[in-house]
């Protein structure tokens, strides 16, 4: 079977899929292959911008885009840097109207980064989130009182642990759990999934809102772990509001998030619907590539080898989670084209003796190094091939865990990679 | 707090624990004092061998013939904590001839038992095993729990009437004449100050007898000798393997529950604190070990742990490898005390042969008349008869937790489980931590190394109110960074793939490094 696209993607990932909607939007014909779910659903589908910086010293930064600036000023290897704040903020802009206008719609400060509540009792920081988190926000901003609610068998979210770690800070706090008899029969240990199932359904709402009301008490906001359904978290969050009348909230979780499953699931079916060809399942097997150029990719799947020839390849592969780097006893190889990474010295010193500490482990800035198009680069920092860009995570430079700029680095250089094609194909006279 | 008592034991390892037992068992009182929780030193940080005699039978004949013996009484007493394995002794091509001719001949005058192996059956028993082994032979060797042997041994004493306070360091002693007069020890957790007066203390602090031994006055000449271990997420043998030559690195991998361990080295050490395993030591063990078995090569290690052998100088110039492994007690009348008696030296194997010797001068001091009967009276949780075999004990872990309320899911243990050790933990008055629980469990020992387990435990100790405000988090943090130790020199291929998540997991989702 054969295949002719104008961009080929490889990764499924937040990055993978940002381009491919854009790229499908500009007119090029695109194929994702992505070979797992992508990272999404491990994260919690809030969009972290650029919160701490630097990480040597754990700074806080309220403005994300002052940060960037000093960022891109100091860093230029960075992805960031790579792209610019220019190409950054119209990246950014353009990406979040589209979540905002879209079912989840998401939530910004303006040009400021929010604080919300997570799981753990923390505060995390970040840029925009969806519309079920969007009182979390308000709530702990507000210190408004409160009751954080949660389920007996549900091992992923102690609500005591919310309430003990903020309530010197936030007075009218209050946890509850409830039984899960009120709810469901079976076993006793629940889990995320099962839950969103429920909370879809209006007769579990209704069960849940007269077991709740009671608990309330003077309370104005009920947090709940992020269970508040799939997609259709919004009408969910609402119909609670109006049979408790307080405001609801959810609050992110450890894996499996429901906040990154809903983003990963919203943009998928959006760009399948602009027309890409998505592919998930089997990876990149092997490619066709001569004199710095690749022409085609293999999958190969059960019976028969897919050949997609492509006019240009985005490597939007992840790091070692995603599968885009692998780590020997000896060193760091990239995996798709065998493109030039470097390891930090010998493995002792991967990482620091400090798990949690600052400024990060040094294995986290190793990726793929490219110039300012995000073609990968060789020694020298002359590209490698003419027609393969890449953008994400596997990208050298950053240290995205600790800078709290996870989906910000996605967009801005899923964008980049974008518009880097787009220059590629213009000069070669391809038009659009 | 005062303490009145005939006995102090100093060290909560397996040492520590067996000589409790033992003056218990002889009705003597004692109260037991460790600086931290049980196993902490070496009792926690070695391969989990019940040594069959095999290992020494060239070198060290004597502590050939103490293995042999006491592994028969182990495997008889302490049946809940080991798991009869049987053991090789594989030489492959490389090896020397001569050392398995000495081998047998050896073994039969220490009394070791060795059976030549059919190398065809062998390969079926094993198929892990290194196909071009030129000759083996069966060995008695087994799988043992220090932790769990270190506990049946409290638990022993403490029905008996004795005490253990965990977390309660000494930091001095009080001297009149002869005497050791008071020994004062604070408690970390509380600050609390303990006052202990003791007719007789016995030291069994393993590597740290030194420096407990200087408090009161004693001389004591002790190296220190770091060995390294290293586990996989998975059991790729049924016996403890070893490699048939002279002692050196990484030719012992035994099966442990669910994982393998395969180590040791031996690097002498001037600092016992913050070991750690560098990566050239790992790449050396895993590179040793897979001679043996190749699969190790591209095994997924989990952790790597260190541990510090106390070893009883003679003469400071002689290689580590040739100092005995047998222990030593230091009786200190002859350094002008009275009522000292240090041990350091041995191995898990003979643990409860050195409380017996160390107990032995401790009655003779106090004029008690009693025998030693800990050979003869099965641990708590040991029931009379054979230790279980492999597919027994499998079993017994693959039973899922009732009403499916799993806290762990690497190794299976249940919130009932936990509900139990924190109770018991609760009734001894020991502090509730993580920790203390995954010591007393499998608890964060599985492939998350207690990234995803951890997490949960703490927010079932927040919902039973067992801990309150941020010291919840304080404890994951500490936890998280406990075991990191262990994780560190281990990432590569799968395990950093799995660190990376809890990294992005904890740092990124959660922002556990830097809550605003």
């Known amino acids: 079977m054969k295949t002719d696209c104008d961009l080929l993607i490889v990764g499924g990932g937040l990055t993978g899929l940002v381009a491919a909607w854009r790229a499908q939007r500009e007119g090029l014909k695109t194929v994702v292959v992505a070979q797992g779910p992508g990272s999404l659903p491990f994260t919690s589908g809030a969009l972290d911008l650029l919160a701490v910086y630097p990480t040597e010293a754990k700074r806080y930064r309220e403005s994300p885009w002052e940060a960037l600036s000093e960022l891109i000023e100091t860093e230029p290897e960075h992805p960031y840097g790579r792209v610019g704040l220019r190409g950054a903020r119209a990246a950014v802009e353009d990406f979040l109207l589209y979540l905002e206008a879209g079912p989840l719609a998401y939530y910004r400060r303006g040009e400021e980064n929010m604080a919300i509540v997570t799981g753990a009792g923390t505060i995390k920081p970040t840029y925009a989130v969806s519309v079920s988190m969007k009182k979390n926000r308000l709530a702990w901003s507000r210190r408004r009182p409160a009751l954080i609610l949660g389920f007996e068998g549900l091992y992923e979210f102690s609500p005591e642990q919310v309430v003990c770690n903020l309530q010197d800070r936030w007075g009218g706090l209050k946890a509850a759990r409830l039984d899960r008899s009120v709810l469901l029969d079976g076993d006793r240990r629940l889990t995320v999934t099962q839950l969103a199932f429920e909370f879809e359904r209006p007769e579990f709402r209704d069960r849940f809102a007269g077991a709740v009301k009671p608990l309330l008490g003077q309370s104005r906001f009920l947090g709940l772990p992020a269970v508040l359904g799939f997609d259709r978290v919004a009408a969910v969050c609402r119909d609670l509001e109006e049979r408790l009348g307080v405001g609801v909230f959810e609050i992110p979780l450890l894996t499996p998030s429901l906040p990154g499953m809903r983003l990963a699931a919203l943009l998928k079916r959006d760009l399948v619907e602009a027309g890409v060809d998505f592919r998930q399942g089997a990876p990149v097997s092997r490619l066709d590539e001569k004199g710095g150029h690749v022409s085609a990719a293999y999958r190969t799947g059960k019976s028969r080898e897919e050949r997609i020839l492509a006019e240009y390849v985005l490597v939007a592969t992840g790091r070692f989670f995603g599968g885009g780097l692998e780590a020997d006893r000896q060193g760091v190889r990239e995996m798709l084209l065998d493109l030039q990474v470097e390891a930090p010295g010998d493995r002792d010193n991967w990482h620091m003796a400090s798990f949690l500490g600052a400024p990060g482990h040094p294995i986290n800035r190793v990726g793929v190094k490219v110039d300012s198009m995000l073609r990968p680069v060789g020694p020298g920092g002359v590209p490698v091939y003419d027609n393969v860009f890449v953008a994400g995570a596997v990208l050298a430079g950053h240290d995205w865990v600790r800078e709290k700029s996870g989906a910000g680095i996605s967009v801005v250089t899923g964008y980049a990679a974008v518009d880097s094609v787009l220059a590629a194909r213009a000069r070669a006279g391809g038009g659009v | ?516």
């Open chain 2, 1 to 516: 707090m005062r303490i009145e008592t005939q006995v102090l034991v100093i060290g909560g390892g397996v040492t520590g624990a067996g000589i409790l037992r033992d003056l218990a068992m002889r009705g003597i009182h004692a109260v037991l004092l460790e600086r931290r929780d049980l196993n902490a030193g070496a009792s926690g940080a070695n391969h989990g061998l019940l040594h069959s005699g095999g290992r020494y039978v060239v070198a060290d004949p004597a502590s050939a013939r103490e293995c042999a013996r006491e592994n028969e009484v182990l495997k008889r007493i302490a049946s809940g904590c080991v798991e009869d394995t049987g053991g090789l002794f594989v030489a492959l091509e490389e090896d020397k001839d001569e050392y398995i001719v000495d081998f047998i001949s050896a073994a039969a005058r220490t009394g070791v038992s060795v059976e030549q192996a059919d190398l065809k059956e062998l390969r079926e028993e094993e198929p892990f095993l290194q196909p071009r082994v030129k000759a083996a032979f069966r060995v008695p060797d087994a799988s043992m729990n220090p932790f769990l042997t270190t506990e049946a041994n409290l638990e022993a004493a403490r029905r008996l009437g004795a005490r253990v306070f965990f977390y309660t360091q000494v930091t001095s002693m009080q001297r009149d004449r002869k005497r050791i007069a008071r020994v004062d020890a604070i408690q970390a957790k509380t600050g609390e100050a303990v006052e202990v007066f003791a007719d007789q203390v016995v030291s069994a602090a393993g590597p740290w007898v030194d420096q407990i031994g200087a408090l009161a006055g004693a001389d004591l000449r002790i190296a220190y000798s770091k060995g390294s271990l290293l586990i996989t997420n998975s059991r790729l043998v049924n016996r403890v393997i070893n490699r048939l030559r002279p002692p050196s690195d990484g030719d012992i991998v035994v099966p442990g529950e669910t994982v393998t361990i395969t180590g040791t080295n031996s690097i002498r050490v001037e600092h016992l604190d913050h070991l750690r395993t560098s990566a050239s030591e790992v790449d050396r063990l895993v590179e040793e070990a897979s001679r043996m078995v190749p699969a190790l090569e591209t095994a997924r290690f989990i952790r790597a742990y260190a541990g510090v052998r106390p070893l009883v100088l003679a003469d400071r110039d002689e290689p580590d490898r040739k100092i005995s492994r047998a222990f030593t007690v230091f009786d200190h009348e002859k350094d002008g005390l009275e009522n000292l008696v240090s041990i350091a030296g041995g191995k898990l194997t003979t643990y409860r042969l050195m409380a017996e010797k160390a107990v032995d001068l401790v009655s003779r001091r106090l004029g008690v008349d009693e025998p030693c009967r800990t050979a003869e009276i099965p641990l708590p949780g040991s029931g009379e008869g054979r230790a279980l075999d492999t597919s027994q004990r499998l079993e017994r872990l693959r039973v899922p937790p009732p009403g499916g309320e799993v806290l762990c899911e690497c190794e299976m243990v249940g919130r009932q489980q936990i509900e139990e050790i924190v109770a018991e933990l609760r009734k001894n008055g020991h502090p509730i931590d993580p920790n203390a629980i995954r010591l007393r469990s499998r608890l964060g020992m599985g492939s998350c190394q207690g990234g995803f387990c951890g997490y949960r435990t703490i927010g079932y100790l927040y919902e039973r109110g067992l801990v309150s405000s941020k010291k919840g988090n304080e404890m994951l943090a500490d936890f998280l960074e406990k075991r990191w130790n262990g994780i560190k020199p281990m990432l590569w291929g799968e395990q950093l793939r799995q660190e990376q998540l809890l990294e992005a997991i904890y740092c990124g989702s959660l922002n556990i490094d830097g809550s605003l």
